[in-house]
């Protein structure tokens, strides 16, 4: 694919996982990017950084004032205690967002949620949720979710402002960023080198069923080839897609991966359910030494591991996966094989000394 030196983006929540891949993709194409979030955690090579509070109107009109994009990816949220709480935040922040690019001359924006579309919010996750596949053309569940509001912020703002959109819909996102809440897979990583250095067992600690059935995961990478696509190309326009790897595992097959990977063995499904959250208490103090012993970059595990959001995601009574034939009809064909995406991080986690 050749390089398109003549486009420009500005990547909403650049440091977060969805946004730091979609960044480093769009630069590796040429694209010129400005990337946006409220801190400068790390610098993203290529990136013009820009910080604002996305809560603070008159933050993000200065920031977004003069700057040239013809695409918006839009690729933050933020959590609350309930989804009522959840919509009216996140819905401000993604109408602030529209309000303070409404003079900057755009065409496109992609809108990156989640496959919580399909299942529900956090506080009642799964109750209720649609049958697998999950499929774009099912009908929203009859519950508040503010991936809903985020949506339909988006759609009216595109009539006002005569720009087109896209949607996409990853599942549990296994990928490079650091201190990022839903990154499971270097969660998983800070859980096997504490195992590893401690003598602890690898166990499994989500629910029989997720151990058992069938799930399916987002690469990072993946997700950024798709955000660009669905930039790029006229099939994409104004639609919704999932995106996730294009094939399907199961935790009890991954585990074991993830446990030759990291020199464990694999004990299998354990008695009980256990928890990332309470057995990981003390992390911090066993994750200082392992920073002096194998001169790593000096993060808390606290910082780069985020227990609840694993536990969530592996905790889910459900099998769990979406199908990807929409894209696919539309041109979209690639496909990540999971176990990779699991062991392409674990190598680049190595290589920038975050883990042993």
Not at 206 to 214: A, I
């Amino acid at each position: 694919m050749s390089k398109d030196s003549s486009r420009s983006a500005l990547v909403v929540g650049v440091t977060g996982m969805m946004g730091l891949n979609i960044a480093e993709h769009l630069v590796s194409q040429g694209w010129k990017v400005h990337g946006l979030s409220r801190h400068t955690s790390y610098i993203i090579s290529g990136v013009n950084h820009i910080n604002a509070d996305i809560l603070k109107p008159d933050q993000m009109i200065k920031a977004v004032e003069g700057l040239d994009f013809d695409t918006i990816f839009y690729c933050t949220w933020k959590k609350h205690d309930t989804e009522s709480e959840n919509c009216k935040v996140n819905g401000q922040m993604i109408q602030n967002t529209m309000d303070a690019v409404r003079p900057n001359k755009f065409n496109h924006v992609v809108l990156i949620t989640g496959l919580k579309h399909y299942l529900g919010p956090f506080e009642s996750y799964a109750a209720t949720p649609m049958d697998t596949p999950f499929h774009e053309s099912q009908e929203r569940l009859n519950i508040e979710n503010f991936y809903y509001t985020q949506e339909d912020i988006l759609f009216a703002e595109a009539k006002k402002q005569d720009f087109t959109w896209s949607v996409l819909r990853p599942h549990s996102m296994i990928g490079y960023a650091l201190g990022n809440v839903m990154n499971m897979g270097v969660t998983l990583a800070v859980y096997a080198s504490i195992c590893k250095e401690t003598g602890g067992k690898f166990i499994f600690p989500g629910s029989r069923e997720q151990y058992n059935g069938v799930v399916d995961v987002t690469d990072g990478v993946f997700l950024a080839k798709h955000a660009y696509w669905a930039a790029t190309s006229p099939n994409a326009r104004n639609q919704a897609f999932n995106s996730c790897n294009g094939d399907v595992m199961r935790w009890r097959q991954t585990w074991k991966v993830i446990a030759d990977y990291f020199g464990l063995e694999d004990p299998g499904y354990p008695a009980e359910s256990s928890p990332l959250q309470p057995r990981m208490d003390q992390a911090d103090s066993v994750w200082e030494n392992l920073v002096k012993k194998y001169s790593l970059k000096s993060y808390k595990a606290s910082e780069l591991a985020s227990w609840w959001h694993t536990d969530g995601d592996l905790g889910r009574q459900v099998e769990t996966f979406a199908d990807m034939g929409k894209s696919r009809n539309a041109g979209f064909n690639e496909v990540k094989v999971s176990f990779d995406s699991f062991t392409d991080l674990f190598n680049r986690l190595r290589a920038e000394k975050i883990i042993p």
